[in-house]
């Protein structure tokens, strides 16, 4: 059984977030450490595909390691943009389920370097990206860079998805790595605010998305069981952008949604599911030395705790080296930028 934190702190003082509490319990035993297997597979799958293989190869699930150990998706469809701006996704649905994708960022250590120095870092206010987010009048901000690589592929997202026919009130489910968890956690919020039902999501090594205003309002409308965070032992993309890197005070600058599940080492070994402040000192915050994390990454990015999500279950690396080109059967006409 699952070891769970005994603290149940939270950053905002507002009332409606004292029931949080009660709700973060329950989802103790909601957590599905299986269904989370699964979403791991998923978000190693949307490395695969252009540029790393071809696109028919993913669209056809003949991707190797990632797609063999997830059977039965079908109607996939790879999103990429021209910029670069590493915005990869795909859409896809499995026993009459609709998914979406995320990949990660296809240069980790460059990217923790600019996270580490804000230059992804800077929040910006969502309702004037087209995303209405509000909590008791404070407008919601997240990572300006985050939020620019989500709207660059947003539309074509939703215009995916409707062609695959997955429509609003249907439910989606929503899933990502690293840069691909934070896209993953502003999507899951347009997509509720679009009139679709957001199933249980599973993200993996996602970092600091946005504010105090984000963090509230994506628990108050989503719910705590509808969105497991799962960390690993020294993974320093978790502690990125720090929780004051904007302002003297938490609330001016980042902090992480709700609920995390830590592992601290393998699947075996059981996950602790966390107080649900987003920031339990009992959970990922526990480790501190942050500089050797990063440098320990830096030095050999195989290596990194970033890329070990449900080891050992699951054999392969988060970032899609295990993935092959196995041809396709031609997959379907995308709608591209």
């Not at 769970?4 to 709700?23: A, D, E, K, N, Y």
């Not at 620019?148 to 995916?160: H, P, V």
């Amino acid at each position: 059984m699952a070891a769970v934190s005994s603290s149940c702190w939270f950053g905002s003082p507002r009332v409606h977030l004292l029931l949080l509490c009660v709700t973060i319990r329950q989802a103790v035993s909601d957590y599905d450490e299986s269904e989370a297997l699964i979403h791991a597979y998923l978000a190693t799958a949307a490395y695969c595909g252009y540029p790393k293989t071809s696109q028919a190869s993913l669209e056809a699930w003949d991707c190797g390691p990632p797609c063999d150990n997830v059977p039965g998706m079908s109607d996939v469809r790879q999103i990429l943009t021209s910029d670069d701006n590493d915005a990869y996704a795909f859409v896809g649905k499995r026993d009459g389920q609709c998914y979406v994708s995320f990949r990660g960022t296809s240069d980790l250590a460059g990217w923790l370097t600019d996270l580490e120095s804000y230059n992804l870092a800077m929040l910006e206010n969502m309702s004037g990206q087209g995303i209405p987010c509000s909590d008791y009048g404070s407008e919601c901000r997240v990572g300006k860079g985050f939020m620019d690589n989500y709207n660059s592929i947003s539309a074509f997202i939703r215009g995916n998805l409707t062609a695959i026919g997955c429509l609003p009130p249907m439910g989606v489910t929503v899933t990502g790595h690293s840069l691909g968890a934070a896209e993953a956690g502003i999507a899951m919020y347009d997509l509720f605010q679009r009139g679709y039902k957001i199933k249980p999501t599973f993200t993996f090594g996602q970092p600091r998305v946005g504010d105090q205003a984000w963090a509230d309002a994506f628990a108050r409308d989503l719910g705590a069981n509808t969105s497991y965070r799962i960390t690993y032992h020294k993974d320093p993309v978790v502690h990125l952008p720090f929780l004051h890197s904007q302002g003297n005070e938490e609330h001016h600058g980042f902090v992480h949604l709700s609920t995390e599940v830590f592992y601290i080492g393998t699947v075996a070994g059981g996950p602790e599911i966390c107080d649900g402040s987003g920031e339990d000192p009992e959970c990922s915050d526990r480790f501190k030395d942050f500089p050797l994390m990063l440098l320990a990454c830096l030095w050999d990015v195989s290596k990194c705790d970033h890329l070990k999500y449900m080891t050992a279950v699951k054999t392969i690396p988060m970032d899609g080296s295990s993935c092959t080109d196995g041809g396709g059967r031609g997959g379907l006409v995308d709608i591209v930028v």
